[in-house]
């Protein structure tokens, strides 16, 4: 139909509606009224505009009411495509002065911001020693003996984040034109790096607002981007990746480090970094957060939270269809560099001293390149550290940096002032060189013609963005489509990726297709066989198709668990600390609430937390008052967790394995099978390990698959090796199901067939429940914890992991419980007999069991009645059930005498194991038994000979044959 008949027919509906309304003038108002309603919403406002209203508003404006639209259309879309060929020129000169106007400030700007005075230095009376204008530091050395530095700005104690982040704006504009940019902040330690990169909920830093800018602009702009969000830290001297799970005891796998590479135009590249696309502020915020989570910090005596790394956040842009750009995909990376610290003064030692060394010695590095590139250098000395490598392309004469400089005003603190400052100035002073004041001014005024230009082309571009924002309506109007002229020039497709939680999707930035993608930011196909890691989704992939595996890597077999009378917990964990733009609500002892998050997926929220007073204790006068009196709302960790878990499912909908997806488990755990108890499709030590013909379709499918990948990485591994944990085999929970407040475990109410048991923190531990099959398929190799039973129902409801053992392997094959009561814990629980008093503590080895036999025990204590059955009694008189149970390191705490055979093997106690370092407290003897290799022990270092039962034991129970039979005697 055309327009003109569109619109006849519309207007005769109107005229019908109007005679019949004549005809029925005898009938009720009612009616009437109701026929009037329909007329008036007869067309949509849509059509309405399209065929009536609007196009006579249109003829009347344009005159063109006899005219044919034809006519009409062809001209609007002329003057469309002259405007955006305007526009485009337009954005061409803003990037041209920008470009220059930036390269005259020059290409490495270094400002320099004091941190206020925090409460307690002010009742020190402390004197503050610097005093600053607007580009001079002014140092109160001694009587008459001032220094003078000077920046390119300066920020004074109550400056606000605001003000700091608009001198850092053309920065991030820059970017937008292409070009590569770091923004760094760097200083002494506890001098408000982290407050001024990432701030707070309520004054957000560098980090938060660039993110803002960079899609504000984009959104802006008439081009079309794809951005994607990478976080690593470099502890040291490694690279980390933040959105890979990091290991949540010393005794976990760790992820394999990250390494750096060059392209073959030199561009950098950080190897399997997973850079996560992004749409909208608030996912990468939410990514940021996360990230956050597992940065490494700790205590020191400078600062209650002291990052112990650098924190690299690197935002990839990458748009393929404006020539005018500096290249096709550039990147932003915003630094918050450890602090730097003296040794001498911090005190530290241990693992705090490590971290200190590195830290120093990366900045020194960082040093070192960016003089040699102020003074032109013919090499600068990129390699001497991870940091100057990984910034190697955004440190050059073609990138925008930005150094914050941080110093504190105490007078203690001035001989790390004085350093700061030095390293800065030289920096600066060299860049500057000795300028000629007539230079200066002239350079001044240039400058300033530059900024009033950019202004008018700014002032141009909007004006020719409406004029073609008007005539696309007009446009729309007639032809009853949305061409966008803005966007003509581009082929580009919506992104394919959804996280489906913004607030903003409509205003969502255009995202480019993924195979234009440079080709050195997808995996090569031998980097992805390496890393199992799949960091890009490719064109046409859903994230939630995207497969991320562990590399496997070499570990020692060893495991040493450090004795906390012996060491020093506050040296040896450092926390994972919880963004201070996250909530706030817990307490947070030091390192001993050290929490190695275990996985993003996992979806557990930990936050390391200090209470507002520890954690802000500034105060000063004007804005930074402010600051100081910033309100964390006491809001619990729900809030964020929601938060997190969002997040985490768009990780896990990125990481997850497709065909594990349907599995709602996740981990495996960190130890690989040793050959001879392989489960899958073997029969073992008279324990059938089948595998159900539909196994294929079960839920469970997914681990079995992990399973056999176990198994293929087992062969190509030495057996003096240990396979690394494919921890982040991710499958994502249901998200909403983890009550994180609830102190206990929660079923998945989505879930018919599967129960996921969590518990209060994570799901660390979990365990598929497949009530309704009575082909029962056990989960091989979940990461087990301790199944407790409700007393009332006697239903296993609650999960608890066990620390000292979670992370280890526990395959288990057994026939239809009718509540699946049964436990494996070593710990025991209240309502089982194994571990009352919680003085008793097994680790289960590898151990065939038959639950009926009365003489079953995993109870330690000679004769204990209470030591009944592994089932407890809920399995009395029920069918004879299989349970065959591997684990492969077993902690004992022997009590007082090693020699005495009665009481070797006993007491582990419940305490043994700290929940949050996962770390064993004070275990007299402590040993593991190789993953790889049933028979060897490796004993901690107190152990100067192991009791010979513990060894008797373990040799007989490990070795898998014989009779089935618990492993410790009865
Ligand atoms: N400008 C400021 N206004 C208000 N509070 C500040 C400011 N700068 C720093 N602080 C506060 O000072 C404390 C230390 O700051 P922060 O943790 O950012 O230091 P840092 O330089 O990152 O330390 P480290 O290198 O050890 O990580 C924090 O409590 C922070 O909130």
Redesign the pocket.
Known sequence: MTLMEKKKSAQNLAETIHSLLGLKSNLTSNWIRSVCGIMRSLPSPRSSNRIGLKISDTEKENNTSDMDLSMVIPKIKDELAELSDCIRQLNVQRRQVLNEYLDMKGNIRVFC?V??M?VTENIGCARPVVATDSSNVFLKVARGNNKSYSFDKVFH?S?SQGEVFSEVEPVIKSALDGYNACIF?Y????????????G?RD?PGIVPRSIEALFEHALESNCTYLFTFSMLEIYLGNLKDLFVPQPKKPTDPRPPCLSVQMDARGGIEVENLVAIPVSDYNQALRLYKLGCRFRS?AS?N???????SHCMIRIKITCSNAPERRRESNKVWLV????S?RVLKTKAWGKRLEEGKAINLSLSALGDVINALQRKKPHIPFRNSKLTQVLKDSLGEDSKTLMLV?VSPKEEDLCETICTLGFAARVRSIHLGTEDPIESACKEAAMQTLQETMVKIEDERQRVSREIKELNRKLENLMGTSPSYENDHSTTEEPEFDFGTSKHKAKDARAAPLSKLPRFMRPTICSQRKSGTEHQISEGKHLGQTKRRRAPSHRAGSVNFPMKSHSDYRSDCSISRAS?LIDLDTMCNADTETEYSQDTNECDVKMVVLSEER????T?DGK?QL??NMVLPSIGSKFYSTEILEVADGLNSQNAVNAAGSCKSKRVPAVPLPPKFRCIGQSNAGVSCTESSDAENSPLKGLIDICKNREESQKSYSSSSTSEAEIDKLITPSTGFMDTHSESCCRTPSLTNESMICTQHSIDALMILDHDSTNYHCPHNVACGRLDQNSNNGRVDQLTPMDGVKSETHSFEASPYEHREYFFSPFGSPHDSIGQEKELGVSTSNCNVEPDNSNLSLGLTRGDPKSASLFGKSTAGRQRDMLRMKHQRALFKDNANHNNADMGLKRVSAEGNTQNTGTVVCPEICFTSHARNPFSLTFDRHVASPPKEVLESIFYHSSGTGTPRPWIRG
């Open positions: 911001r941190r206020p925090n104690p400056s902040a200083g002494q330690t506890g001098t408000g790096k982290t407050f001024t990169m990432e707070t004054f910090t020191t400078s600062n209650l939270t002291s990052s112990r918050d560099l450890g602090g610290e941080h201070c954690r802000f204790p500034i000063t930074a600051d100081h």
